[in-house]
């Protein structure tokens, strides 16, 4: 059923927490698993510089591998993919470039708020997806 699932991951707790999700489809269904992690652009002269870490290709690069060690623990094998762009746009885009038929992925809950729910990522890619979405509280 779910020939190739996509788990894009980032340092967030949830992520984590979705890791046993990911690994108990993949299992059960034989799947395909792809990592994803998105270097997110770089602030603009407008923006103040983030803290977020997700923003340094060194730490998502160690991040992925970390993740597929994790995997592999488990006997599953996958493939690690890191892609610089806007989160939710990217893994939309990544999603239907390797026809996955699943995305799973944590959720903050910061959609839960007015001014959450237009910037969650989680939103986004429920909106854009060309595939389910399975959320993980």
């Known amino acids: 059923m779910f020939k190739t699932v996509l788990f894009p991951i980032d340092q967030s707790r949830e992520a984590r927490e979705a ?3 990911v690994a108990n489809v993949v299992q059960k269904y034989g799947s395909r698993l792809v990592l994803l992690s998105v ?5 603009t002269e407008t ?5 977020d870490p997700m923003v340094s290709p060194e ?6 591998e970390n993740a597929q060690a994790l995997f592999l623990q488990q006997g599953i094998q996958s493939e690690v993919l890191e892609r610089q762009g806007k989160p939710a ?3 939309c885009d990544v999603a239907d470039e390797i026809g996955a038929d699943l995305i799973i992925m944590g ?3 910061l959609g839960l708020t007015d001014e959450g729910a237009t910037d969650s990522v989680t939103t986004r890619v429920i909106n854009l997806s060309p595939c389910p979405v399975l959320i993980v509280p």
């Open 59 to 64: 730490v998502v690069a160690k991040l992925l």
């Open 39 to 43: 270097v997110e652009e770089t602030a």
């Open 47 to 51: 923006q103040a510089p983030s803290p």
């Open 107 to 109: 959720c903050r809950g």
């Open 19 to 21: 890791a046993d999700v």
């Open 89 to 91: 746009f990217t893994i």
